[in-house]
């Protein structure tokens, strides 16, 4: 079993920047693919970033290449997304979720989640 928690939404204008954190426990929490996921009011669960624990090879939609940032640190289980230049369509509650080794874009493939962190930029 992997717990995840996460922390860090808020309320941003547009242009503006948060970081989110997600803390990752549990026996096998070192060995698992961290993704950020995000849904917005009346939408489906939207793949955002991913990235391996070995390695720290990283995956990003297209809507926010360039902008944000996944990254980790093994240390301390935790897995961060740096968000830039943030626009009001980058409103959502976001998620961090955990699967065995490798990153998939496909929120089904993941076997655990965080509780999700709103987040809401204002035009």
């Known amino acids: 079993?992997?717990?995840?928690?996460?922390?860090?939404?808020?309320?941003?204008q547009?242009?503006?920047?948060l970081r989110l954190s997600c803390v990752a426990s549990g026996r096998t929490a070192s060995?698992?693919?961290?993704?950020?996921?995000?849904?917005?009011p009346g939408k489906g669960r939207e793949f955002v970033a991913g990235i391996r624990?070995?390695?720290?090879?990283?995956?990003?939609?297209?809507?926010?290449?360039?902008?944000?940032?996944?990254?980790?640190?093994?240390?301390?289980?935790?897995?961060?997304?740096q968000m830039n230049s943030l626009k009001p369509e980058d409103?959502?509650?976001y998620y961090c979720a955990a699967r065995s080794l490798v990153v998939t874009t496909n929120d089904l493939e993941y076997s655990y989640w965080g509780q999700g962190t709103q987040v809401t930029v204002s035009s």
């Open 14 to 17: 547009a242009g503006g920047s």
């Open 91 to 93: 409103t959502a509650v």
């Open 53 to 81: 624990w070995r390695g720290g090879t990283v995956y990003y939609a297209d809507s926010v290449k360039g902008r944000f940032t996944i990254s980790r640190d093994n240390s301390k289980n935790t897995a961060y997304l």
């Open 31 to 40: 060995s698992q693919a961290m993704g950020w996921f995000r849904q917005a």
């Open 1 to 12: 079993q992997v717990q995840l928690v996460e922390s860090g939404g808020g309320l941003v």
